[in-house]
């Protein structure tokens, strides 16, 4: 696989994340609110790696938000303006998979999926304006 698909299955992925938060979150009921956080975390996860991978950078097997947002930013300091989205939602990866770890209600729910529908829009943004001038095509 070559390295605009690799970037593209991440962005994929990190899509079907958000996807599934929101229906999660909006579609069943009772709303679950838990499972919604943690593919929100999962979403900006994938979109921080697929901005690394689209700078030559094998993305780490680590699932720390702050970490994967700080090696973006050696790259591009603009990643500060997501910094503390990531950091608001990095716990949100772990915590919310066991039982009674975190109660998760529907606020911060609501919350944690903006957040990650932020860091997806930044990150793609910034891979688009990496691979403008090629054959990419985002969806």
């Known amino acids: ?16 994340d958000l996807i599934t938060a929101r229906h999660m979150f909006e579609d069943v009921y009772p709303k679950e609110t838990e499972i919604a ?5 999962q979403c900006a996860e994938k979109t921080l790696k697929a901005f690394l991978v689209a700078n ?5 097997k680590i699932h720390n938000l702050e970490e994967l947002v700080k ?28 039982p009674n770890e975190w109660n998760v209600d529907e606020t911060i729910a609501q919350t944690v999926i903006a957040r990650a529908q932020k860091i997806y ?19």
């Open 1 to 16: 696989m070559d390295k605009k698909e690799f970037v593209l299955d991440w962005i994929r992925y990190a899509k079907s």
């Open 37 to 41: 956080a943690w593919h929100s975390q």
């Open 56 to 60: 030559n950078i094998e993305p780490p």
């Open 71 to 98: 090696r973006c930013q050696n790259i591009d300091s603009s990643f500060s303006e997501i910094q503390y989205d990531c950091q608001r939602i990095n716990p949100y990866g772990a915590v919310t998979r066991y």
């Open 121 to 139: 829009d930044f990150c793609v943004t910034k891979i688009f304006f990496l691979i403008q001038d090629t054959e990419w095509e985002i969806k």
